[in-house]
Nanobody
Framework: QVQLTESGGGLVQPGGSLRLSCVCS????????MGWYRQAPGKQRELVAG???????SYADSVKGRFTISRDNAKNTVYLQMNSLKPEDTAVYYC?????????WGQGTQVTVSS
């Protein structure tokens, strides 16, 4: 079993920044893949940024150059640094982990970009 706890969402003006955090109940070294997804109202959940044990990081085209995923292995924490935020980034952001062929999700954190 894996538990994921997200934090860091909120309301920010266009052009602003936020950093999301995801604390994993297991060592990140045990996890095959981790990433951040988001879901806006009326839209499907989409991958924002992620990494796997066997490959590097990947980003959605819409966030390349603005968002950065990183990890702190000692804290079992994955971060999503979001810069130059746009209104279209507004969504609920979810942390995801793939462990033993099963998907695990956090509870989600709301990010709202609005003036």
């Amino acid at each position: 079993q894996v538990q994921l706890t997200e934090s860091g969402g909120g309301l920010v003006q266009p052009g602003g920044s936020l950093r999301l955090s995801c604390v994993c109940s297991r060592s990140i070294f045990d996890i095959y893949a981790m990433g951040w997804y988001r879901q806006a109202p009326g839209k499907q959940r989409e991958l924002v940024a992620g990494f796997t044990r066997s490959s590097g990081t990947s980003y959605a085209d819409s966030v390349k150059g603005r968002f950065t995923i990183s990890r702190d292995n000692a804290k079992n924490t994955v971060y999503l640094q979001m810069n130059s935020l746009k209104p279209e980034d507004t969504a609920v952001y979810y942390c995801n982990a793939v462990y033993n062929f099963a998907n695990y999700w956090g509870q989600g954190t709301q990010v709202t970009v609005s003036s």
